[in-house]
């Protein structure tokens, strides 16, 4: 019983953790660049911006599955898979909402970014990189 109380616990908490590990990668990713390379480059220029976009949404993407590979108590591959068909689906909305109804492209590169992280960490669960214990 009380184990079962456990895995409920854990799977009612991936989909929040995932949320706020991505949202926290990103912002930390942003406070990093501005205070190492934000200092010796021009922070409004646009290879800067997008070069800020495509790594904070990458790492975002990528540590929203990775979170959820992690908390979830069993079915961890396929829970990797369902959060990146996940991101894939809101990351297409937010395509068409972008590109149609607002006209802000530069979002476009941090939509992408975000879909190639959540891909790529879905692959390294596959090839079995993150199922080795650190020492």
Do not use: Q
């Not at 934000?38 to 993407?61: C, K």
């Not at 829970?79 to 937010?94: H, K, N």
């Not at 607002?102 to 990189?129: H, L, Q, R």
């Amino acid at each position: 019983m009380k184990n079962k109380i456990k895995n409920i616990l854990l799977w009612l908490a991936v989909f929040p953790a995932s949320l706020a590990g991505m949202v926290l990668s990103s912002f930390l990713w942003h406070l990093i660049h501005n205070l190492t390379a934000g200092r010796y480059i021009d922070l409004n220029s646009w290879l800067n911006i997008i070069y800020v976009e495509l790594v904070s949404n990458l790492i975002a993407g990528f540590v929203f599955v990775l979170i959820a590979y992690k908390i979830a108590p069993n079915n961890k591959k396929i829970t990797a898979i369902i959060f990146t068909a996940f991101l894939i689906l809101i990351s297409g909305a937010s395509l068409f909402i972008v590109n149609y109804m607002t006209k802000e492209y530069f979002t476009n590169i941090g939509i992408i970014g975000t879909i190639a992280g959540s891909i790529i960490c879905c692959i390294g669960i596959y090839k079995g990189d993150f199922d080795k214990k650190l020492s």
